[in-house]
């Protein structure tokens, strides 16, 4: 089982939340053969103040966090990296 949580601006992730999920959620059924129903993820959208990141980086700018539990090969792994 994995969990994914996505921090990033409130004002740019909200909108694109749907999206987001569905080509997470395919790749990692791809990657460690998820069923479909095993969707894990938590949005949190933070107010741009409370997203600090280097001046190089826009408001898109997302930290996508993926914690797996054990088992999983390293081939797996890389591919979902991929």
Known sequence: MSQIKIYGVRDNLIPHREQLSDVIHSCVMDALQYPPEKRFHRFFPLDRENFIAPDDRSDNY?????????GRSTEAKKQLIR
């Not at 997302?62 to 054990?70: D, K, N």
């Open 62 to 70: 997302l930290i996508i966090e993926i914690s797996i539990f054990e």
